[in-house]
């Protein structure tokens, strides 16, 4: 009885927060009122004033005043959502925090619509673009043409790639006064910033420069069920009668599997783009230099890894350790720490007491707007055991509000910590945890740092623990980080990434068409001079 009781309370409480389609792309695409889009206006500035701890960092607050204040003046006629996100998206960025982002609302589709599409997909979306001196270049067509991969974009529809990164940039924040991060952040997510504007597309019209040739590409959804089964269908016809595995043949491909498995997220393989997360080979004229490539740290099981690599650096007796942390967007706190512990040269704390503005962060979070009533139950039921713990880790000191993560207490390096040459590779797109875990490591003059400025701030982010808020009249969603995350080490004048010792410049595009790397190669260099 009990259990059907709570039951037809879920059911009761999800059949209350569902919308049909119908109207909600009415609500998204309509004009709204004056009234109520100042009203969103309001209610944007409230939810970070209320949730984001370090708003007037880069900013006073006299001057963002100012902004929102002028920015609900300025609305004098009704506006669609995507017309109000313009002009609210650039006023959030001059706050200047790069973990706080804006989204406009994206029309829907029904069930029945979204499963014909289950088993298409749309090349352009999942291509992969990079921006090497003012080129928009296709690097890789996952699933797609894989004749295309080098040929430069000119035009999407009537838009050149220019246009259009211009006009992304201005929605789109660094950490502070950084610039490095505009120069390729957009152009490397070009495909995810048109499908933020433009939404569910039929077809695209894009126009390619490939050496001499310039040509048209149309892409349309493909059905990728269609392709497997003929390819299926003529390995029947042409191929023989698949040999009957014997028992120990299908013990060994099980084992291979479970390997195969255990190795993909050792590595954290992405199985979209076909690449791992991370990986480590030896380069240069012998083996005494090693290179970790690291592109992000978000996914996979990390410690495996590390572990694995480490050893193999001691085994090796291996001199010298170059970290890729180049278009490394960050990723989790407990992964930098762990790495960091692999080449620490001494006992650490590897970041401050994080910041808040609520002894329940994450209560907070989890109830947001954007939840669902499903969730909002569940943290209901639970919300005991959230508050109790919360109100452990957290205490109130000189007027502020910290959180103690255990990356805040003294630590030790791992017995067998990596003691030789450390170089590390950093752009622009080198953001988040990748410049926590720079900072901690330029703060100890442990590595030389080559290439440019970290689009992430030296000291510190506000990150850790995201809500959205959903403005009620628009739709448009802000993102907004709830903790301060930064390592103990400081620079002023604030507001800037870790720069490098060694400057050296973005990839050209004769480095890239000539498979040239001028920071790998100037690391190789300073070795074999010291040599």
Request: aromatic letters at 10%; a positive charge; hydrophobic letters at 35%.
């Amino acid at each position: 009885m009990i259990k059907n009781a709570v039951l037809l309370v879920f059911i009761i409480i999800s059949q209350a927060g569902c919308k049909s389609v119908g109207d909600y792309n009415e609500e998204v695409t309509k004009n709204h009122s004056i009234v109520d889009l100042q009203a969103d206006v309001a209610k944007a500035y409230h939810q970070l004033q209320r949730n984001h701890p370090r708003l007037y960092q880069y900013i006073s607050k006299e001057q963002l005043d100012t902004s929102f204040d002028s920015l609900q003046k300025s609305i004098k006629e009704p506006l669609t959502s995507m017309q109000f996100y313009l002009k609210l998206a650039p006023v959030v960025k001059m706050i200047g925090q790069g973990h706080i982002s804006v989204v406009p609302p994206q029309k829907r589709r029904t069930r029945k619509v979204r499963n014909t599409y289950k088993d298409k997909k749309f090349d352009f979306y999942t291509s992969q673009f990079k921006y090497i001196d003012n080129h928009l270049i296709l690097t890789r067509a996952i699933n797609g043409d894989s004749l295309l991969v080098g040929s430069e974009l000119l035009a999407v529809e009537s838009e050149t790639p220019q246009e259009l990164i211009e006009r992304y940039n201005t929605n789109v924040a660094s950490d502070g006064y950084n610039k490095t991060f505009f120069e390729s952040f957009v152009g490397n997510r070009f495909q995810r910033f048109y499908a933020r504007e433009n939404g569910f597309l039929d077809s695209l019209l894009v126009t390619y420069k490939l050496r001499d040739s310039v040509f048209k590409q149309n892409y349309t959804w493909v059905d990728t069920k269609m392709k497997k089964d003929s390819t299926k269908l003529d390995s029947i016809i042409i191929s023989a009668k698949p040999k009957k595995l014997t028992k120990e043949e299908k013990k060994t491909r099980k084992l291979e599997n479970r390997k195969k498995r255990k190795d993909h997220s050792k590595y954290g393989y992405l199985p979209k783009i076909n690449l791992n997360t991370r990986n480590m080979r030896y380069i240069g004229k012998d083996s005494t230099t090693a290179y970790m490539k690291i592109r992000s740290f978000t996914n996979g099981k990390y410690e495996a890894f590390y572990e694995e690599s480490f050893k193999i650096l001691d085994s090796l007796e291996t001199k010298n350790l170059i970290i890729d942390l180049r278009d490394n967007g960050g990723g989790r706190l407990t992964e930098i720490n762990d790495l960091y512990k692999h080449l620490a040269l001494e006992d650490f704390t590897f970041i401050n007491e994080s910041e808040v503005t609520t002894r329940t962060p994450f209560l907070n979070m989890a109830m947001s707007n954007t939840s669902g009533p499903i969730v909002h139950g569940l943290v209901a039921v639970f919300s005991p055991i959230i508050v109790g713990h919360n109100l452990l880790k957290t205490q109130k000191r000189d007027g502020k509000i910290y959180y103690c993560f255990k990356q805040s207490k003294e630590q030790s390096p791992y017995e067998n910590n990596y003691k030789g040459a450390l170089y590390v590779l950093i752009n622009g797109n080198s953001f988040s945890a990748s410049s926590v875990f720079s900072t901690n490591l330029k703060g100890t003059g442990r590595a030389t740092f080559v290439g440019q400025e970290t689009g992430g701030a030296y000291n510190g982010t506000v990150a850790g623990l995201f809500k959205p808020f959903r403005l009620p009249t628009s739709n448009v969603t802000i993102r907004m980080g709830l903790m301060q995350i930064d390592a103990p080490f400081k620079i002023d004048p604030d507001g800037y990434g870790v720069t490098p010792d060694v400057e050296i410049n973005a990839a050209t595009l004769e480095d890239y068409q000539l498979d040239k790397d001028p920071a790998i190669e100037w690391v190789l260099d300073a070795i074999e001079n010291e040599k």
